[in-house]
């Protein structure tokens, strides 16, 4: 498809709990992107995928949270034993090619996780 | 650490005139800068992006600015509609992708 479609809208787990995200990106996009963001704050950059293999995985918290791009499924993101900080809009986004200002990231509307 | 800041979270315009929005950066490693357009429960849509080789980039209504000296960079939305009215983040992409994006300003446009 043309748009970047990510579920579920809203998640809600208890603290503790696990949490699984998914996006679907744009047909023929090679690369995805995972964002956080927090209480409306600007993004922070989690992980990125050239295909089902990570390119850039800096800002993934190691203890608990993990991603994955399999061919023919869609891409996900786990948190294992959901916190209370761990509340936040995760945004996919995906881009056709090595970006170069004019391949530029299309970004899915998001998926609230709410962590009670 | 390569900062991406807007100092302003909001900005009120009256339909019709100049919206002028601004980001600061503390580090000269970039590639692009963009300007993304976000509305409530939707994700960041692309606006405009600009290379470090340029100064200026404009398309329809919307040009970006980019003073290298002053590590400063600014949109202007002429003339502005109610309809722009959004929170715009500027971000710095570098040429794999990643983007590190300022914190937001909220443009509210009066008709």
């Known amino acids: 498809g043309e748009e970047v479609a990510q579920t579920p809208k809203h998640l809600v787990r208890g603290e503790g709990q696990k949490a699984k995200l998914y996006c679907a990106p744009i047909k023929g996009h090679s690369y995805v992107f995972w964002y956080q963001q927090v209480l409306k704050n600007e993004f922070k950059f989690l992980i990125s995928f050239q295909n089902e293999n990570v390119f850039d995985e800096t800002g993934m918290p190691k203890e608990r949270f993990s991603a994955k791009c399999l061919p023919n499924s869609p891409c996900s993101l786990e948190i294992q034993a959901t916190k209370l900080e761990d509340s936040a809009v995760y945004f996919c986004?995906?881009?056709?090619?090595?970006?170069?200002?004019?391949?530029?990231?299309?970004f899915g509307a998001g998926s609230r996780l709410t962590v009670l | 650490d390569q900062q991406v800041k807007q100092n302003s979270p909001s900005l009120s315009v009256q339909e019709g005139r100049i919206s002028i929005l601004n980001c600061d950066y503390t580090n000269s490693m970039f590639d692009y800068f963009l300007w993304y357009k976000k509305y409530p429960a939707e994700g960041p849509t692309f606006l405009i992006s600009?290379?470090?080789?340029?100064d200026k980039n404009e398309d329809g209504r919307f040009t970006v600015f980019l003073n290298k000296s002053a590590k400063h960079l600014s949109l202007h939305i002429v003339p502005s509609q109610p309809g722009d009215s959004a929170v715009y983040f500027c971000?710095?992409?570098?040429?794999?992708?990643?983007?590190?994006f300022g914190q937001g300003t909220i443009l509210t446009v009066h008709p």
């Open positions: 986004a995906s881009s056709p090619d090595r970006f170069s200002g004019a391949n530029v990231l299309t």
């Open positions: 600009i290379s470090s080789i340029k």
């Open positions: 971000a710095r992409g570098t040429s794999y992708g990643k983007l590190t």
